[in-house]
């Protein structure tokens, strides 16, 4: 089975489950007031037409749905309308993620898909729980 139709059955099947992502819009205040806290923040840079941006948060939706303990915050820039927070951020293209504790940069990655990477990253963030 090729890659492509197993990843549009993915996500048929994770639509049809009703796994939605809990996100919210980047705004400064947000970032600012969480990173004050020394909460646990995710950027998602993305695109709704990027299919790598569309499998990660299936991912990202079914860390949330297996994991509700974990407590990370997850904010949405949209990478054709947020160019001056793609520039921020450095993030080199769509599909981009950030994870920050606090002030501190824990992870940068680019088009990562791998579900146990991604959920590593996720469970080992320092306060992620």
């Known amino acids: 089975m090729s890659r ?4 549009a059955l993915t996500g ?3 639509s049809s489950i009703g796994f939605a992502l809990d996100a919210e819009p980047f705004t400064d205040e947000r970032f600012d007031a969480l990173q004050a806290e020394g909460a646990v923040v995710l950027i ?4 709704p037409w990027c299919p790598t941006c569309r499998r990660q948060r299936e991912i990202l939706a079914e860390f949330q749905a297996e994991h509700p303990e974990v407590d990370i915050t997850i904010l949405e820039v949209s990478y054709d309308d947020d160019k001056d927070l793609v520039r921020r951020f450095r993030a080199p293209r769509q599909s981009t993620l950030l994870l920050f504790r606090g002030d501190e940069q824990l992870w940068f990655s680019v088009a990562e898909t791998r579900e146990a990477v991604i959920y590593e ?5 320092p306060g992620a729980d």
Do not use: E, K, R
């Open 44 to 47: 998602d840079v993305w695109a």
């Open 4 to 7: 492509y139709l197993l990843a």
């Open 12 to 14: 048929l099947m994770l």
């Open 121 to 125: 990253q996720l469970l080992g963030a």
